[in-house]
Nanobody, 125 residues
Framework: QVQLVESGGGLVQAGGSLRLSCAASGRTFVGYAMGWFRQAPGKEREFVGAIRWSAGSIYYADSVKGRFTFSRDNAGNTAYLQMNSLKPEDTAVYYC??????????????????WGQGTQVTVSS
């Protein structure tokens, strides 16, 4: 069993930056994929980015490419999402997720077995 805890959300003005963290306990991300998803009110959960942890392959949604950046710690139990040039449309609850099946399809939410509780990101115009 894996437990995930996100942190780092908050309120920021458009053009600002935030860094989200996702800490895993129970096991590390090694051998799994780790992904970030977000869900705005009234909208479906959407893919933001993911990493196949062992391979180091990183994927981004087109909407965040060039603005958001993945990083990770060497211990394999914490991932970060640096979000720059934030826009009001980035406002959402951000979730981190992981699981072994996600390595086969890291962009698809249903492939993830473990989810964090989410952290709110609000970008004001």
């Amino acid at each position: 069993q894996v437990q995930l805890v996100e942190s780092g959300g908050g309120l920021v003005q458009a053009g600002g930056s935030l860094r989200l963290s996702c800490a895993a306990s129970g096991r590390t991300f090694v051998g799994y994929a780790m992904g970030w998803f977000r869900q705005a009110p009234g909208k479906e959960r959407e893919f933001v980015g993911a990493i196949r942890w062992s391979a180091g392959s990183i994927y981004y949604a087109d909407s965040v490419k060039g603005r958001f950046t993945f990083s990770r710690d060497n211990a394999g139990n914490t991932a970060y999402l640096q979000m720059n040039s934030l826009k009001p449309e980035d406002t959402a609850v951000y979730y981190c997720a992981t699981g072994p099946r996600a390595t086969m399809g890291p962009r698809v939410a249903r492939n993830y077995d473990y989810w964090g509780q989410g952290t709110q990101v609000t970008v004001s115009s």
